[in-house]
């Protein structure tokens, strides 16, 4: 299975930042951070799907 594009980008929380200030949006600092959090675990979902689906088990492992 092809690694998801999310999870080759591998952005720090700098990245994510300075990806917020060059879009123009207003977002604090407190924001970036949840914003960063939120990335790391889908992050962290993207290899355990991927380890499931090498795997081969059955869907109701996911859970």
Request: charge should be negative.
């Amino acid at each position: 299975m092809q690694k998801s594009k999310l999870n080759q980008m591998g952005l720090s929380l700098d990245d994510w930042e300075r990806l917020a200030e060059q879009s123009g949006l207003d977002i604090t600092q407190l924001e970036k951070e949840e914003i960063y959090q939120a990335y790391l675990r889908v992050q962290e979902l993207v290899k355990r799907l991927d380890q499931i689906v090498k795997s081969e088990a059955e869907p109701a492992a996911i859970f």
